[in-house]
């Protein structure tokens, strides 16, 4: 079946400093999936970050930078320069338009910056 | 702005009690879910809907049932609760090609 995998389930990092979060993905579809980061907050639903739907792409948002690599299969979340408030949960998804559209997620990786 | 409002917030119940959690959105999306959160496990689809009584099997559907009573309204049923059943739920909807929008989610506990 269709995975996200997140290596890191929590990653820490001091303030000012860069990040990097892993994410691969597999498909047994022939099609190439849409690819995103959500993040939460603490007692909020997940919101999207980025999402980049063309192999090849890169994508931004807030900081934040993520190319879809199909070669590698890979959609790493980096950031130059985190801050405190970056603290979250990050999820890497991948949907598939298959005839229902269906969301796979990753299980996830906590950022905990420190000042 | 898009919204997804789940109720109750909190929840505790008993072993083999009736639990219903209730989704509503009113960003008039055609897709709705039902996820989910475990430690480690990320989010995990129990099931999900295309619309107004349509319903479809997630990857974890064992002890759940769904119904779409409307294109704004999705419920998730536990009639009988187990232990395992204690999580994090988060309700979504969404239409093909567009981000998902979650609710807050729903931390129920089976004690």
Redesign the interface.
């Known amino acids: 079946g269709d995975s ?1 995998t ?1 290596t890191e ?1 929590q990653v820490t990092v001091s303030e000012s400093k860069s990040l990097i979060i892993n994410c691969t993905y597999s498909t047994t579809s022939i099609a190439y999936p ?1 690819l ?1 980061w ?1 993040v939460r907050y603490p ?6 970050l980025l ?1 980049v ?1 063309t192999a090849g792409q890169k994508g931004s948002s807030r900081g934040f930078e993520a190319t879809y690599n199909k070669e590698t299969t890979s959609f790493h979340l980096q950031k130059a320069s985190v801050q405190e408030s970056d603290s979250a949960v990050y ?1 890497c998804a991948l949907a598939l ?1 298959t005839g ?9 990786t906590r950022l905990k910056v420190i000042a | 702005e898009a919204a997804v409002t789940q109720s109750p917030r909190n929840k505790v119940t008993v072993t083999g009690g009736n639990v219903t959690l209730s989704c509503r959105q009113t960003n008039s999306h055609n897709y709705m879910y039902w996820y989910r959160q475990d430690t480690g496990h990320g989010l995990r689809l129990i099931h999900y809907s295309y619309g107004a009584g349509n319903l479809q099997i997630g990857d974890v559907p064992d002890g759940y049932k769904a119904t779409r009573t409307t294109q704004e309204d999705f419920f998730l049923l536990l009639e009988l609760a187990s232990p395992s059943q204690t999580s994090l739920y988060f309700c979504a909807s969404s239409d093909v090609q567009t981000e998902v929008f979650f609710g807050k989610g729903t931390r129920l506990t089976v004690v």
């Open positions: 996200v997140q389930g849409n995103f959500y007692g909020e639903g997940l919101q999207l999402k739907i999820y338009n229902n559209y269906k969301y796979v997620f990753g299980a996830g």
